[in-house]
């Protein structure tokens, strides 16, 4: 595919952006890579300044590049066509597409599926080899659901659904719309829900609800449990990595971004567009504003005001943080210091 008829294909993405491409320049675009990497035959992107010494080692054949005129001029002279936009990530994104397209198989149901005579299949769906799914399910169109999927009695399931090989959806959890869950998630499970007694623990049973809304999507390996009564809610587009825990009664907002091993105890409640880094630990029953962000590690006991950055842990505000941890690598400095104005000070 030629770089001009890229261009084409994204008009309609980049028609409000800049574009600029020396019509002499038309080089073959077999693929995308990232700039580091890229040889000949391949798109990539440069999405700042800080990048600019990457246009002149890159092998790449077209560039993605911001609205900087600097980088633009670089790319210019080495000879390599570029097309400009605000959002130079979000354009290569786009670009992908034009290459790559995830495995969609087409519609059956394999012999070995096991599904209860009262469930209910929209149109066009893919049921998978082994896949067992249980009485009174009602699920929508145009679905993928992979091998060894198991969907528990009454699950609710909207249209256009991927879920991938051997996740699990628990009993009456409702799923939206366009949702992916992938392989090993397991979706309305139990709450981690004991009262202690004088001689043990009392198991107090789960009978709440699991819902994620349209646009949700679930990584690898990540739990999303159900409450006592009640529900855990996972708001419309909002994105859970891998190794995520979130547990029951939690309410996380819109738009969303949790990454990988993030953990949240019962009844945390997240606001939208919040963003958790890896790793993440919130306590119960804390609250996180809208457009929070906890950077990596973060140890969140309390609250979040909207739009505050946290770190640390116990969390406080980013630029404490920084303060703290430039002072932490001179405590023995200082301790020794103490010690010594202890000393003169016990011997005046």
């Not at 606001?271 to 993440?280: D, E, H, K, M, P």
Request: with cysteine.
């Amino acid at each position: 595919m030629q770089f001009s008829e890229i261009v084409s294909k994204l008009n309609d993405t980049i028609k409000a952006h800049s574009l600029t491409a020396n019509p002499e320049q038309n080089p073959e675009i077999t693929g995308v890579a990232a700039v580091d990497e890229a040889t000949t035959g391949n798109l990539s992107y440069i999405e700042g300044s800080k990048f600019a010494s990457l246009i002149k080692s890159t092998g790449a054949s077209a560039l993605i590049l911001p609205q900087d005129e600097k980088l633009q001029i670089q790319a210019t002279e080495k000879g390599i066509p570029w097309l400009a936009t605000p959002e130079p990530r979000l354009l290569f994104a786009q670009a992908i597409a034009l290459f790559y397209q995830p495995y969609r198989p087409t519609p059956e149901i394999h012999p070995t599926a096991v599904i209860h005579p009262t469930a209910k299949i929209g149109s066009d769906a893919y049921i998978g080899p082994h896949v067992v799914i249980s009485s009174g399910v009602e699920i929508g169109n145009h679905a993928i659901i992979h091998p060894n999927v198991v969907i528990y009695p009454e699950v609710k399931i909207g249209d256009r659904i991927t879920l991938h090989a051997n996740c699990t959806i628990h009993e009456r959890s409702q799923i939206g719309a366009d949702c992916v869950i992938h392989s090993g998630a397991v979706i309305g499970a139990e709450g981690f829900g004991f009262v202690p007694t004088r001689t043990a623990w009392f198991k107090m049973e789960q009978s709440g609800y699991t819902v994620l809304e349209d646009g949700v999507e679930i990584g690898c390996n990540s739990a999303i449990d159900r409450p006592a009564v009640g529900e855990t809610r996972i708001g419309k587009n909002t994105k859970i990595d891998n190794l995520v825990q979130i547990g029951h009664g939690c309410k996380i907002g819109t738009g969303c971004a949790i990454a990988g091993q993030v953990g949240m105890a019962g009844g945390v409640t997240v606001g939208n567009r919040v963003i958790l880094a890896g790793q993440v630990g919130i306590a119960n029953q804390a609250k996180v504003g809208d457009g929070a962000i906890a950077t990596a590690q973060a140890g969140i006991i309390s609250s979040v005001a909207p739009g505050e950055i946290v770190s640390g842990t116990p969390a406080v505000g980013h630029k404490l943080y920084l303060k703290v941890s430039a002072i932490y690598s001179r405590l023995p400095e200082i301790y020794q210091f103490f010690k010594r104005l202890q000393r003169q000070l016990g011997s005046s």
